[in-house]
């Protein structure tokens, strides 16, 4: 027996003798949760937009949603634990009108020691050496969300049996010998372990409220005081960290969106759907694995004072295999408005022998400095007089249009989409806004006159979103310009913060419609023309959040066509995809997309076999990197021999997609402005 066994067998006996203890010490609600409880209770039936009835179907509802929140994976709980439970089913109503927490605390501490006893086993095996052969034909499912609990702990061990084997043999696969994947996982799962034996009353209450706030809509939301505090940091943008949103996904932390003008983007070693798995610090050696740790906490170790180092160990979003990570560096700092101003440029283009210039503003969120602008002082800086001014300065290049790049802009400012707006219409409504109470509030440019009348171009993409939708669905819905790229994020609500006697509650209080009559929620805002994209919507945008609300209409208010693109759409169609038929940058976008669909669609499982999965990864990368090859072989760049090399280039031939599709933009909009001359 190994000295590591003899201690982990000696430290159990310990247990043993003070189990007793250890239940009793079980984390309790206190008397604040069952307040904020009842709190949430009263928000949600009379202050959310939908209309929210707390009875007992919802309550069915809300119990599987508790149970996803625990164990979505089924890898911990038995059948038998949940009809231990059931009773529940029909009583979250009552416990969360009531704030008598008790039960679902209960539930809580079942799933911990389910989840205590699994790290156990696992490394208890670690301790008695895995020795695998990975010479069978087994396969590991991948998505159990849908799979039914197991009938017993032996059925889970099976599962669990095959966990650990594909983890041992991701790591043997990265080139580690025996010991140092036996140190890996083991550091991973007592780091696991050590958390889960922290948890605390707010941990449990907080992941119960989740459960309960998402069963109404993905952006409600309970926030313990921490959370709160948190929030309010990251709402002054003082928070000292690399400017990017992470989200929780299984035992993984992904990348949700980048902050406009934050280290990371400006860095561009990470883009959205990557996944951490491990975090370390500039002056220390070891990297944290962050494998199946608590979102808060991955944050906390990612955060750090202006001007320091994070390393993060990042495995791309397409790669079929963990194992295909690269350790990236991002110098923390903050993001003021400076870095999120709006800029421009003029792309020259030549047709029939004559030069052609169009101007791009890029717009990377809609800001405002509040604090100016109440303050009464004449300079503030804004959206809207920031884009004026790069408006003017391309006036007076010449350009024969203006392209306004919304790619990535997740929204901001309600004032500035709507002042926006009145850059290039006369006065007229931009947006209805509808509340709990069916009341529509309309909002709109009030000022005569506008201050761009030429041919116009919006682009966006998934991750355009809030103020991003309304803007370019107005440009739309008026006729006053041609909107290009891909379906926007679709997110159409608006959410108030409120405070609770212990914590606060976000609340989506209101929608968004377009002037003509249209939601911007769910379905977003969708291009006169449509482009490839490397984003996939199955797993970003609010298509792909759970509970998300759903699109609906309301009558339309009146409003003039400036112009009727939709009259041009056929012709600007087909010129755009005569040119794009030979662009290797679109030709490589439309290849990976594809390629990402039949992924998502055949790898439901990986296989346990070392030769197999070698092929597998190997044929994979082996069309990744052609495709990505046969682009730089079109223009006249070196080859790569490894598809991951790819990120961290420079900007032209690290983001050759993102330039492409701004090119092709300056192309559509150059033709629309001489089909709409020519009339």
């Known amino acids: 027996m190994s000295l590591i066994a003899a201690i982990r067998q000696l430290s159990a006996f310990v247990l043993v003798l003070m189990i007793s203890t250890a239940i009793h010490a079980q984390p309790e609600p206190s008397d604040a949760q069952r307040q904020a409880a009842t709190e949430v209770a009263e928000s949600l039936r009379y202050g959310h937009y939908a209309d929210v009835s707390l009875g007992k179907a919802w309550s069915r509802e809300a119990f599987q949603r508790y149970l996803e929140v625990l164990d979505g994976q089924r890898a911990y709980l038995t059948q038998a634990d949940v009809d231990e439970f059931r009773d529940l089913e029909g009583q979250l109503d009552n416990v969360l009108y009531d704030g008598e927490l008790e039960p ?15 790290l156990n086993w696992i490394l208890d095996r670690l301790d008695e050496g895995l020795n695998y ?6 396969r590991l499912e991948l998505d159990r969300d849908e799979a039914p609990w ?10 669990w049996t095959k966990r650990l084997k594909n983890a041992a043999l991701s790591q043997s696969l990265n080139d580690l010998d025996d010991e140092q994947v036996i140190d890996n996982l083991r550091q991973r799962y007592e780091g696991q372990l050590s958390r889960v034996r922290q948890t605390n009353s707010e941990d449990i209450f907080g992941l119960f409220m989740a459960a309960m706030t ?21 709402m002054r943008l003082s928070l000292e960290g690399i400017g990017a949103l992470l989200q929780s996904e299984g035992e993984y932390v992904k990348v949700s969106s980048l902050v406009p003008g934050g280290p990371a983007e400006r860095a561009g070693v990470l883009e959205p759907a990557d996944r951490i798995i491990a975090v370390g610090q500039e002056d220390e050696e070891e990297m944290v694995n962050v494998i199946g740790m608590r979102l808060d906490e991955v944050v906390d170790l990612i955060r750090g004072p202006k001007g320091s ?43 029939d022998g004559r030069s052609h210039r169009v101007g791009v503003i890029k717009i990377p969120t809609f800001y405002v400095d509040f604090d100016a602008w109440q303050a009464g002082e004449d300079e503030y800086r ?18 024969e249009g203006i392209v306004l790049d919304l790619r990535n802009n997740g929204g901001g400012a309600l004032q500035e989409a709507n002042s926006l707006i009145g850059l290039f219409i006369d006065r007229g409504p ?47 819905d008026y006729g006053r310009g041609v909107v290009l790229g891909n379906r926007t994020f679709g997110k159409g609500t608006v959410q108030t913060i409120n405070d609770l006697s212990h914590g606060q509650v976000k609340l989506t209080r209101a929608k968004f419609y377009r002037i003509s009559g249209e939601s911007t929620q769910h379905r977003g805002v969708e291009p006169d023309i449509v482009f490839p994209s490397l984003l996939d919507p199955e797993i970003i945008g609010e298509s792909a959040l759970d509970n998300a609300l759903e699109w ?15 009259r041009y759409l056929e012709e600007l169609s087909a010129r755009h995809q005569e040119r794009v038929e030979t662009n290797p940058n679109f030709i490589y976008l439309e290849s990976q997309a594809e390629l990402a669909r039949e992924l998502r669609e055949e790898q439901t499982s990986v296989s346990l076999n070392r030769e197999q999965r070698q092929r597998e990864m190997e044929e994979l990368e082996g069309r990744q990197l052609g495709l990505e090859n046969d682009r730089r072989r079109a223009l006249g760049l070196e080859l790569l021999d490894d598809w991951v090399d790819a990120r961290g280039e420079d900007e032209e031939e690290s983001e050759p997609a993102e330039r492409a599709k701004l090119l092709e933009s300056a192309e559509v909009l150059l033709d629309y402005a001489l089909l709409t001359d020519r009339r």
């Open 104 to 118: 679902v605390f209960a539930l809580h501490h079942r799933y911990q020691q389910r989840l205590e006893s699994r």
């Open 133 to 138: 052969t990975y010479d069978d034909d087994e």
């Open 150 to 159: 197991a009938e017993s702990q032996a059925e889970l061990d099976e599962l």
């Open 214 to 234: 998402s069963t109404i809509d993905p952006h409600t939301e309970y926030m313990s005081p921490r959370q709160g505090e948190s929030f309010d940091i990251q």
């Open 309 to 351: 180092v994070v390393r993060l160990d990042v495995v791309p979003a397409q790669a079929v295999d963990m194992t295909r990570s690269r350790v990236v560096e991002i110098t923390r700092d903050t993001v003021d408005l400076e870095d999120q101003a709006a800029s421009s440029e003029v792309v020259e283009t030549t047709r």
């Open 382 to 399: 804004s959206t809207t007089r920031d884009v004026a001014r790069e408006v003017e300065s391309l006036k007076e290049q010449g350009v």
């Open 430 to 476: 931009t947006v209805q806004v509808r509340d709990a109470r069916g009341r529509i509030s309309l909002y709109g440019d009030t000022e005569s006159g506008s201050l761009y009348e030429g041919p116009l171009g919006v682009l966006v993409n998934r991750l355009s979103a809030s103020a991003s939708e309304i803007f370019a669905g107005a440009i739309q």
């Open 552 to 566: 609906d209409t309301v009558r339309a208010v009146q409003y003039r066509n400036y112009g009727e693109p939709w």
